[in-house]
């Protein structure tokens, strides 16, 4: 792949790629944003995120941040309804960037009515009006980029808010780590070299479907974040599962003919952490499995804190999805297919 300036801007002319490279610095300014929100009255029951797409991978990240750390179900919504356990117990996270996704509006309208806690956290749209008019907290971020690419606006105001209001335990010092760690994999300097690990991941990735795996269930939010931006920054098919769970179904999958596993790109998304009895389960599936596939890589968290090592793997993913955008000759921001289903929709 050529990486002069010229063929970038070319191929990238919106910028994805230094949105990207944004990330540190937009980690920063994410998490300040949440030291405004002020939780009062009794602790919640529960905790609900709703979102949907690249306003809703934020929540899923929520849930697995906190799957140790605190004792209250944490609960991802991606449609219209909400559960039946949300009342005025539950403290319920709005997540749009847009301010104006249907799914998030409506659920957000019953969470209203059942009189939870909610905070908003949106670029501006419907989302802020209401949440506004009803009294609800609004974390307002900056607008103009993707939704995808606003994914520390999305996810971190959540976390700051409830590290400062004594929900979890303090992460201000896990959030500085992450995003310095950010800044070691997007460094400039390192960015063009021909072993960048993105870089050679899409090349890795062309012609091939990718297939991303997540070696233990705290990876998996991560995983899915692969799959996503590999579907809408390189406009390519791609899937994704987490261990153990695959290994009670999607294995048997694997014994697909060869000519097809040839097209199969399988990345393995390791946190370094995991236990021994899923480390061999991953060597296991490997030899079994993967045996056939087009290329099998490997990629493995950096960091000390869960935020780092969550978003650490993510960077490199978003970064190779860019790439893959370039090799296929593809602008990596439209998503022409999602915005004429909104269009139609909104005909309907």
């Given at each position: 792949m050529?990486?002069?300036?010229?063929?970038?801007?070319a191929?990238?002319p919106?910028?994805?790629l230094?949105?990207?490279?944004?990330l540190?610095e937009?980690?920063?300014?994410?998490?300040?944003?949440?030291?405004?929100?002020?939780?009062s009255?009794e602790p919640?029951?529960a905790i609900?995120?709703i979102g949907m797409?690249?306003?809703?991978?934020g929540g899923?990240l929520l849930?697995t941040?906190?799957l140790?750390?605190?004792?209250?179900?944490?609960?991802?919504?991606?449609?219209?309804r909400l559960?039946?356990?949300?009342d005025a117990?539950t403290?319920?996270?709005v997540?749009?960037?847009?301010?104006?996704t249907?799914?998030?509006?409506t659920?957000y309208?019953e969470a209203?009515?059942?009189g939870a806690?909610?905070?908003?956290?949106t670029?501006?749209?419907?989302?802020?009006?209401?949440?506004?008019?009803?009294?609800?907290?609004t974390?307002?971020?900056?607008?103009?980029?993707?939704?995808?690419?606003?994914?520390p606006y999305?996810?971190?105001?959540?976390?700051?808010?409830?590290?400062?209001?004594g929900v979890?335990?303090v992460l201000?010092?896990?959030?500085?780590?992450?995003a310095?760690?950010l800044?070691?994999?997007l460094?400039?300097?390192?960015?063009d070299?021909?072993?960048?690990e993105?870089r050679r991941?899409?090349?890795?990735?062309?012609?091939?479907?990718?297939v991303?795996?997540?070696?233990?269930p705290?990876l998996?939010?991560?995983a899915?974040r692969w799959k996503d931006?590999?579907n809408?920054?390189a406009?390519?098919?791609a899937v994704?599962?987490?261990?153990?769970e695959l290994n009670?179904?999607?294995?048997?999958?694997?014994?697909?003919?060869?000519d097809l596993?040839?097209r199969?790109?399988?990345?393995v998304?390791h946190?370094g952490?995991?236990?021994e009895r899923?480390?061999?389960r991953?060597?296991?599936?490997?030899?079994?499995a993967?045996?056939?596939a087009?290329?099998?890589?490997e990629?493995t968290t950096?960091?000390?804190g869960?935020?780092?090592?969550l978003l650490?793997?993510?960077?490199?993913?978003?970064l190779?999805s860019?790439y893959?955008?370039?090799?296929?000759?593809?602008?990596?921001?439209?998503?022409a297919?999602i915005?004429?289903l909104k269009k139609?929709?909104?005909?309907?």
């Amino acid at each position: 792949m050529a990486t002069d300036t010229g063929l970038r801007t070319a191929g990238d002319p919106q910028g994805m790629l230094d949105l990207v490279r944004r990330l540190p610095e937009v980690c920063r300014r994410a998490w300040a944003l949440g030291a405004d929100v002020a939780l009062s009255g009794e602790p919640p029951a529960a905790i609900v995120a709703i979102g949907m797409g690249g306003s809703g991978i934020g929540g899923d990240l929520l849930r697995t941040l906190l799957l140790d750390d605190v004792s209250i179900p944490v609960v991802v919504v991606k449609e219209y309804r909400l559960p039946a356990f949300v009342d005025a117990k539950t403290l319920v996270f709005v997540c749009s960037y847009s301010g104006n996704t249907e799914e998030t509006l409506t659920a957000y309208a019953e969470a209203a009515r059942r009189g939870a806690t909610c905070v908003a956290i949106t670029s501006g749209g419907t989302l802020r009006e209401r949440a506004q008019a009803n009294g609800h907290q609004t974390v307002i971020v900056p607008a103009g980029i993707p939704p995808r690419a606003a994914l520390p606006y999305l996810f971190l105001p959540m976390v700051s808010a409830l590290s400062r209001n004594g929900v979890t335990r303090v992460l201000d010092e896990e959030a500085a780590e992450a995003a310095d760690v950010l800044a070691g994999i997007l460094d400039d300097a390192e960015l063009d070299a021909p072993s960048n690990e993105s870089r050679r991941l899409a090349a890795a990735f062309l012609h091939r479907i990718p297939v991303i795996y997540s070696a233990t269930p705290f990876l998996e939010p991560a995983a899915q974040r692969w799959k996503d931006q590999l579907n809408e920054n390189a406009k390519t098919f791609a899937v994704w599962n987490t261990f153990p769970e695959l290994n009670h179904n999607e294995t048997v999958g694997w014994g697909l003919d060869a000519d097809l596993a040839a097209r199969l790109a399988v990345v393995v998304l390791h946190d370094g952490r995991e236990a021994e009895r899923l480390r061999r389960r991953v060597e296991i599936t490997r030899d079994l499995a993967f045996a056939r596939a087009g290329s099998v890589d490997e990629v493995t968290t950096r960091g000390t804190g869960a935020l780092a090592r969550l978003l650490s793997v993510i960077a490199v993913g978003d970064l190779a999805s860019v790439y893959l955008a370039l090799l296929r000759g593809v602008d990596p921001t439209p998503v022409a297919v999602i915005e004429e289903l909104k269009k139609r929709l909104s005909e309907s």
